[in-house]
């Protein structure tokens, strides 16, 4: 009976440790959606800035993450509701959190 007290607590911990960890883990379509958009709203900047170098990085950038996926994988809605996110983060955050997330999604 003591051992089973012992025990019961420490699986207990070690459930809820578990599904917290699963809560926060994002899938990697996930991951891939959000540099697609961000590279999209990084390459319409520098397009309009007259970046030309870097906008040809971003756009190779952009098509090598959605070359894993098929054609239209992604719905609009899905798409639409990143960019949004996207855009209040920088209203937010600045240039800042563009910088910071290309580098995540693989800009050198």
Known sequence: MNQI?????????????????????????????????LLELASEKSKNAGEMIKYEKLIKLQKSYQGKYKNKYFSNEEIQ?????????????????VN????????K
């Open 5 to 37: 007290l012992l025990i019961l607590p420490i699986l207990l911990i070690s459930y809820l440790l578990e599904a917290e960890v699963t809560l926060k883990a994002k899938t990697s379509e996930e991951k891939d959606l959000g540099c697609i958009t």
């Open 81 to 97: 509701l990143k960019l949004n996110e996207h855009n209040l983060k920088i209203k937010e955050k600045g240039q800042r959190y």
């Open 100 to 107: 910071k997330n290309l580098q995540k999604c693989g800009l």
